[in-house]
């Protein structure tokens, strides 16, 4: 069993940074995708980024590549989401999964979910 936990949210003004963490138990940690999926009040839940499990593919929505970047540290049992840049449409609480031997993308299967992290942008 996985559990994450997201940290690294907060208040920011338009066209700052944050760099959000998904910190995992479990000793098998580097075989599972990643991927980081947001939800904004009203909204439905939107994809944002993922890395696969072997961490040699990483996947963007549209509206953040150039922006965002995923990257993991299997040393650490950690997966981070660099975001640049940021928008106020960027605000959502920010969620990571996990699924063993998944591939982080859209599609993937996520079986594990954090409680969640708010991202707020100011403008």
């Known amino acids: 069993q996985v559990q994450l936990v997201e940290s690294g949210g907060g208040l920011v003004q338009a066209g700052g940074s944050l760099r959000l963490s998904c910190a995992a138990s479990?000793?098998?940690?580097?075989?599972?995708?990643v991927g980081w999926i947001r939800q904004a009040p009203g909204e439905e839940r939107e994809f944002v980024a993922g890395?696969?499990?072997?961490?040699?593919?990483?996947y963007y929505a549209d509206s953040v590549k150039g922006r965002f970047i995923v990257s993991r540290d299997n040393a650490k049992n950690t997966v981070y989401l660099q975001m640049n840049s940021l928008k106020s449409d960027d605000t959502a609480v920010y969620y990571c999964?996990?699924?063993?031997?998944?591939?982080?993308?859209?599609?993937?299967?996520?079986?594990?979910w954090g409680q969640g992290t708010q991202v707020t942008v100011s403008s």
């Open positions: 999964a996990a699924g063993q031997y998944g591939s982080g993308s859209r599609s993937g299967r996520y079986d594990h």
């Open positions: 890395i696969r499990w072997s961490g040699d593919s990483t």
């Open positions: 479990g000793r098998t940690f580097s075989s599972y995708g």
